[in-house]
């Protein structure tokens, strides 16, 4: 949060593990999928810390496009969600306000 002055806003997306809350990809050096517990975690401790962080949807949708999980090679034009490994993947957003 240094990079940042007091009041300014960083805006996040990263890789999101979808498929579990326990098991993940982590030891990949080009390539890390946090699961929620992981996103839980770095908001508290932002929060401890003194920043503002915005509420985290997780929410899973069930429209037919969310439901879709590319797989390799990946040759969807379109996709959301895409298999990594054995983990269903998709993208979070972060919104971090620094406080101090």
Do not use: W
């Not at 908001?43 to 920043?51: K, P, S």
């Not at 879709?68 to 969600?81: E, G, K, M, N, S």
């Amino acid at each position: 949060m240094k990079t940042l002055k007091v009041g300014g806003v960083a805006v996040h997306t990263t890789e999101y593990n979808v498929s579990s809350n326990d098991a993940t990809i982590d030891n990949n050096p080009t390539l890390v999928l946090f699961r929620r517990r992981d996103i839980e975690q770095l908001v508290d401790e932002l929060r401890a810390d003194g920043h503002f962080v915005a509420e985290v949807c997780y929410d899973v949708l069930s429209e037919p496009i969310d439901l879709f999980v590319d797989i390799p090679p990946y040759l969807a034009d379109t996709h959301i969600r895409l298999l990594l490994s054995n983990f269903v993947a998709t993208s979070i957003g972060l919104v971090i306000q620094r406080g101090r």
